[in-house]
């Protein structure tokens, strides 16, 4: 058996994050952590506000401040009709972190722009189910 003093400088040698924690190894650790956090749609959550915060951050330049001094002509019609049937599909599949890179890069407000009456009239979808959105109506 070491003598204490040798045993105290060989626990003192590596950091924190060089040793394994005792019961499990580091690589055990961290491959928990991964599987729970991922399970729990954090992993995703994180994923999709980086991408928004990227695409934010291209959008605006660098630094912060906008890089064109005039702001964005207002998307044609039939982009706004086809941005809101999107939203709609993606809200009712529960893609929430896509939807929420999708309206931040389509610069769309979180609450829908158009009512679904006016979509239903616009896109002329006859039939639809209430509880679908209306690209299912238009497939169909």
Same mark, same amino acid.
């Given at each position: 058996?070491?003598?204490?003093?040798?045993?105290?400088?060989?626990?003192?040698?590596?950091?924190?994050?060089?040793?394994?924690?005792?019961?499990?190894? /580091?690589?055990?650790?961290?491959?928990?952590?991964?599987?729970? !956090?991922?399970?729990?749609? +954090? *992993?995703?959550?994180?994923?999709?506000?980086? %991408?928004?915060?990227?695409?934010?951050?291209?959008?605006?330049?660098? #630094?912060?401040?906008?890089?064109?001094?005039?702001? &964005? &002509?207002? &998307?044609?019609?039939?982009? +706004?009709? !086809?941005?809101? *049937?999107?939203?709609? /599909?993606?809200?009712?599949? #529960?893609?929430?972190?896509?939807?929420? +890179?999708?309206? #931040?890069?389509?610069?769309?407000?979180?609450?829908?722009? !158009?009512? %679904?009456?006016?979509?239903?009239?616009?896109?002329?979808?006859?039939?639809?189910?209430?509880?679908? &959105?209306? *690209? /299912? #109506?238009? *497939?169909?």
């Amino acid at each position: 058996i070491a003598p204490a003093s040798s045993r105290a400088s060989a626990d003192m040698s590596g950091s924190a994050l060089e040793r394994e924690p005792p019961g499990a190894s /580091y690589g055990e650790l961290k491959e928990t952590l991964h599987e729970v !956090l991922d399970r729990k749609g +954090v *992993l995703e959550r994180l994923k999709a506000q980086l %991408r928004a915060e990227v695409f934010a951050e291209i959008d605006m330049g660098a #630094g912060g401040a906008s890089s064109t001094t005039m702001p &964005p &002509p207002p &998307p044609p019609r039939e982009t +706004v009709l !086809l941005n809101e *049937l999107v939203r709609e /599909y993606l809200k009712f599949n #529960g893609y929430e972190h896509t939807l929420s +890179v999708f309206l #931040g890069e389509t610069h769309q407000p979180d609450e829908p722009m !158009l009512d %679904r009456d006016f979509l239903i009239r616009q896109v002329g979808v006859t039939e639809t189910h209430s509880d679908t &959105p209306l *690209l /299912y #109506g238009m *497939l169909l």
